[in-house]
């Protein structure tokens, strides 16, 4: 079980990455986020003026919903401030450091706007499959 900690503000009990299970949802609203992360949900607003990562979106009626990718940046800023000791211009620096290497990384794959890569890659495993069914 993980460590109880009630001496800073909105930390609530320790949740550890490795525990957490996020719902298959497309949107949670910032008490749901909050009850996930076990913060504050003054924390999580506090969090989106310091992060400029984190921007849930705002519905009609004004309240915000965060996606999943906005669940695991707060994740994230937790994890640096609480479980890593990061000031938070070491985390904000930290997640745009972050940020900035997967932009950087090229997908494996790139599928070209009329589909002919697909159409090829398509062709190949049928005869792959072809192959394979006549040697059984």
Not at 53 to 71: A, C, F, I, M, Q
Not at 72 to 97: M, S
């Amino acid at each position: 079980m993980s460590p109880v900690r009630q001496s800073h503000a909105g930390r609530g009990t320790h949740v550890s990455s490795t525990e957490l299970v996020i719902p298959d949802k497309i949107y949670f609203r910032i008490g749901e986020v909050s009850r996930m992360l076990r913060t504050k949900p003054f924390v999580l607003r506090y969090w989106e003026t310091e992060f400029p990562t984190l921007k849930p979106e705002k519905g009609r009626s004004g309240h915000r919903l965060y996606r999943r990718r906005d669940v695991e940046t707060v994740l994230q800023i937790k994890r640096l401030l609480y479980e890593e000791g990061y000031t938070i211009d070491g985390a904000r620096k930290r997640i745009a450091k972050l940020a900035r290497k997967r932009e950087e990384q090229k997908p494996l794959f790139r599928v070209a706007p009329d589909g002919t890569q697909l159409r090829s890659l398509k062709r190949e495993l049928e005869n792959v499959l072809t192959m394979l069914s006549r040697k059984c």
